[in-house]
């Protein structure tokens, strides 16, 4: 049973946007924290977002502040990942995945060990 199904992603120009959604109505429980980690090619998973199981207080990579924004639909069991003003740099294989541990975000939330279930992942490619 996929767990947590994300959709969205796709292929962008510089300076566009695109929005990610991840559906976890499948978890156990609907407040784990929520992060979103990136992945390109060659390269390790990084720690882009992340959101409380109250879907306050989100965290940001310092590369993305300012132009992601997270957010939580809590009757959905959703959360979003809203990509603006993207960069080629941003281009990479997007999963969302779930604290088990946890319902905020922690302070080494950008750790993704910390983090249990995962979603499929969805590419998001950014054009010069």
């Known amino acids: 049973q996929v767990q947590m199904e994300q959709s969205g992603g796709g292929l962008v120009q510089t300076g566009g946007s695109l929005r990610l959604s991840c559906s976890f109505s499948a978890l156990p429980y609907a407040y784990y924290a929520i992060g979103w980690f990136r992945q390109a090619p060659g390269k390790e998973r990084e720690a882009v977002a992340c959101?409380?199981?109250?879907?306050?207080?989100?965290r940001y990579a310092d590369s993305v502040k300012g132009r992601f924004t997270i957010s939580r639909d809590l009757n959905k069991n959703e959360v979003y990942l809203q990509m603006d003003s993207l960069r080629p740099a941003d281009t990479a294989m997007y999963y969302c995945?779930?604290?088990?541990?946890?319902?905020?975000?922690?302070?080494?939330?950008?750790?993704?060990?910390?983090?249990?279930?995962w979603g499929q992942g969805a590419q998001v490619t950014v054009s010069s």
């Open positions: 995945s779930a604290d088990k541990q946890h319902d905020y975000c922690t302070d080494h939330w950008s750790d993704s060990t910390d983090f249990d279930y």
């Open positions: 959101i409380s199981g109250a879907g306050r207080r989100p």
